[in-house]
């Protein structure tokens, strides 16, 4: 029996194994780039420089700073409380709320959509503290003013983190506020 009409039928499918093996092996790699590209995108959301200076109104607001220290009684009626201040005001803190809402919400949604829990473990350890101070800010807003019949979703993807990152900081209280019982020492030479 001759062996020489097997041998190029066997090297044909043994390099086409080989082709198989690289492009799965290819595709892994790119969805894996795909993800870290993402992540960074998430990141970028976070550190914009739009963002972190609607974050500082939002802490410095005394009407959202009042509501995040009843956050999750919500004892204050909403809306007598926003009565009381004027309307540059009240549109500087809609402004700010909004745009915190909309971009953690996009951040939620690419998270959402990666369904990746090792990306998602990094994201609340980097910044769930960040997310869940946010929200406990703006949430209200977000529920009783912002959501309307007409867009009942408004958000739900940054509440959806926001929860997360709640249950993730209640999880891991070692990285809860790691400066608590830290004090300033002056500065020697």
Excluded: C
Excluded at 16 to 41: D, E, P
Excluded at 130 to 149: A, D, Q, Y
């Amino acid at each position: 029996m001759d062996i020489l009409p097997f041998i190029p039928p066997f090297i044909a499918i043994v390099i086409s194994l080989m082709a198989i093996y690289l492009t799965i092996h290819q595709t892994g790699l790119q969805h894996k780039n795909s993800k870290v590209l993402v992540f960074g995108q998430m990141i970028e959301h976070f550190g914009s420089p739009e963002v972190r200076e609607y974050r500082q109104k939002v802490r410095k607001s005394k009407i959202l700073i009042q509501l995040a220290e009843e956050y999750p009684n919500n004892i204050s009626n909403l809306k007598i409380l926003l009565i009381g201040i004027s309307r540059a005001e009240r549109k500087e803190i809609d402004d700010a709320a909004r745009t915190i809402a909309s971009t953690y919400d996009r951040v939620g949604f690419l998270l959402h959509q990666l369904d990746d829990s090792k990306l998602e473990d990094d994201l609340l350890r980097m910044h769930g503290d960040v997310i869940f101070n946010m929200w406990k800010l703006i949430g209200r807003l977000v529920i009783e003013e912002f959501r309307t019949p007409e867009i009942k979703r408004y958000a739900v993807y940054f509440e959806d983190l926001a929860l997360k990152a709640s249950k993730y900081e209640e999880s891991h209280p070692q990285l809860t506020n790691p400066r608590k019982n830290w004090t300033p020492q002056p500065f020697q030479e």
